[in-house]
């Protein structure tokens, strides 16, 4: 690459990943976070097709950690593969098509994030409620538990369709702000294949 081209490119990673206000540092100077960071622009500078990353958001704080995923998304969107190794099962949920999973050195399983997903049995979800909720309602669809006055815990099995659970719902007059995975999906799994 030619001096000129990489020098815009870093200049462009620079900025890109937070970095431009501490161009003048030494790598010895920055955070674990920050080095983090300046491993990916290094590594961005040659605008390779693969990029191999070893625990790229290892140390960071959660504000970088997901402006980091949204980057690394970008990325393999503009059609760059993407081999990375983490322990954050949710980063590798969030992030990943493909997965293997090494267990005592060994690979358990190399698969599709979907087949492996297909695998669990059920599924729970926090739902955050618009109003208060006198109790847990019944649900045909799934199993439903009150946690506090705005909230409630609904497990479904795998097969059943989350958006039954919000017809119920809203047939029962209760409106739904928000919703999430009550556990990471990714690691139940991984604590189902190595205790087996």
């Known amino acids: 690459i030619e001096r ?9 990673n620079l900025n890109m990943l937070g970095l431009w206000e501490k161009r003048r ?8 976070g920050m080095k983090r960071r ?15 990353l070893d625990e790229p958001t290892a140390g960071v704080d959660i504000e970088i950690r997901r402006s980091m995923w949204e980057l690394l998304q970008k990325l393999n969107a503009d059609g760059r ?3 990375l190794t983490t322990h954050y099962l ?12 090494i267990n005592h050195g060994k690979i358990i399983i190399d698969a599709p994030m979907r087949d492996l997903l297909d695998q669990l049995k059920r599924e729970t979800f926090i739902f955050y409620l618009s109003e208060p909720a006198e109790q847990a309602p019944t649900l045909a669809s799934a199993l439903c538990t009150k946690i506090d006055a705005r909230t409630l815990e609904i497990t479904l099995d795998h097969q059943s369709q989350l958006d039954h659970v919000f017809h119920e719902l809203a047939a029962l007059n209760i409106g739904v702000v928000s ?4 556990s990471n999906r990714l690691e139940e799994l991984f604590i189902n294949l190595v205790n087996t």
């Open 38 to 52: 300046l491993m990916i622009a290094r590594a961005l500078v040659h605008d390779p097709e693969l990029l191999i």
């Open 25 to 32: 540092s030494t790598p010895r100077q920055l955070s674990g």
């Open 90 to 101: 949710e980063e590798a949920e969030t992030l990943c098509k493909n997965v293997g999973i």
């Open 179 to 182: 919703m999430r995975n009550k």
């Open 4 to 12: 000129h081209s990489a020098k815009e490119r870093a200049a462009y």
């Open 81 to 83: 593969t993407i081999i």
